[in-house]
């Protein structure tokens, strides 16, 4: 079956550096891939998506490419802020069909410190 | 103003106890879910809902039952409460296009003693 994994963390990082979360995915075809975010105490927020290989997703000066030759959608930022803090999750959809489910990866915590 | 809401945000109760969970979007989206999250284990899906009076089970379906007789609510209930279902619990209705995202609530907070 499908199935997302991503670096578990928790990820301490100072203000201004840069963020690498990693993401991989085992899906046939082509999936669709999201991140989404947690910020305390809500629920989640879609932070970005690619439906096809190559695709940018950017949102909040947040980025992920769809790789599809190494089946990844690795999250990077180029200078994080006390903001950013909270937990992000890597997930797919299946293209095509009935299937409309979400895969989750288990998350990632996120804190970044001033 | 459109949006999911889940009702209550936070919610103790006994073992052996019935509750129930209430979720409802005012999108008109044909796809709605119930999650679970718990340390370690992420999300999991519940139930979902196609449409009304259409449900399926997700990966974690056990002690749990739903129903959808609007397609705007889709109430989630623990039907015998036991301290292994404490946890939080999130809702997501989408329009069932597969590239486009879920929508979720802002979570209940249940806790069973």
């Known amino acids: 079956g499908d199935s997302v994994t991503q670096m578990e963390g928790p990820v301490t990082l100072s203000e201004e550096a840069f963020l690498t979360i990693n993401c991989t995915y085992t899906?046939?075809?082509?999936?669709?891939l999201f991140w989404y975010v947690q910020y305390p105490g809500e629920g989640l927020q879609l932070l970005l998506k690619a439906t096809k290989a190559d695709d940018k997703g950017s949102n909040k000066g947040f980025e992920a490419t769809y790789r599809k030759e190494t089946t990844s959608f690795h999250l990077e930022k180029g200078s994080v802020q006390v903001s950013d803090s909270a937990v992000y999750f890597c997930?797919?959809?299946?293209?095509?069909?009935?299937?409309?489910?979400?895969?989750f990866g288990k998350g990632t915590l996120l804190t970044v410190n001033p | 103003d459109a949006g999911i809401t889940q009702s209550p945000r936070y919610k103790i109760t006994e073992t052996g106890r019935q509750v129930t969970l209430m979720c409802h979007q005012t999108w008109s989206h044909s796809y709605m879910f119930w999650y679970r999250q718990d340390l370690g284990h992420g999300l999991r899906l519940i139930y979902y809902?196609?449409?009304?009076?259409?449900?399926d089970k997700g990966e974690v379906p056990d002690g749990y039952v739903v129903s959808r007789s609007k397609t705007e609510n889709f109430p989630l209930t623990l039907e015998s409460a036991t301290r292994s279902q404490t946890s939080v619990y999130f809702c997501a209705s989408s329009d069932g296009v597969s590239n486009q995202p879920q929508h979720f609530g802002d979570g209940t907070r249940l806790s069973i003693l």
């Open positions: 997930a797919l959809t299946p293209r095509g069909g009935s299937n409309y489910k979400l895969t």
């Open positions: 899906a046939t075809g082509y999936p669709s």
């Open positions: 809902s196609a449409a009304a009076d259409i449900t």
